[in-house]
Nanobody, 119 residues
């Protein structure tokens, strides 16, 4: 079973930056999308943060992070990153990486890394 591990979370003041990483215990074949989600404290829903297409390297972002966050990664190495700048207290939450593949299983999730932004 492939495991995804996120790292890079922590406590930062508003306006600061963090860089999250996601690595896999082994390479995942057939990746077509790599994404970041987050879950705010007390909220049981995961919010889409950013996505990277392995087909055309296209990226897209949730409205709340557009212009502040940058997603990057390498599907061949099964690595994913999220550069977060101009952080706000409302960015606080647990950040999860997610990989979708044309294979079975086709959906992988990490355990999450905590990001806390103080005001």
């Amino acid at each position: 079973q492939v495991q995804l591990v996120e790292s890079g979370g922590g406590l930062v003041q508003a306006g600061g930056s963090l860089r999250l990483s996601c690595t896999a215990s082994r390479r995942i074949l057939g990746i077509y999308a790599m994404r970041w989600y987050r879950q705010a404290p007390g909220n049981n829903k995961r919010e889409y943060v950013a996505g990277l297409s392995s087909i055309n390297n296209g990226t897209n972002y949730g409205d709340s992070v557009e212009g502040r966050f940058t997603i990057s990664g390498d599907s061949a190495k099964t690595t994913l990153y999220l550069e977060m700048n101009s952080l706000k207290p409302e960015d606080t939450g647990t950040y999860f990486c997610n990989i979708r593949a044309r294979a079975v299983p086709d959906d992988y999730w990490g355990q999450g890394t905590q990001v806390t932004v103080s005001s």
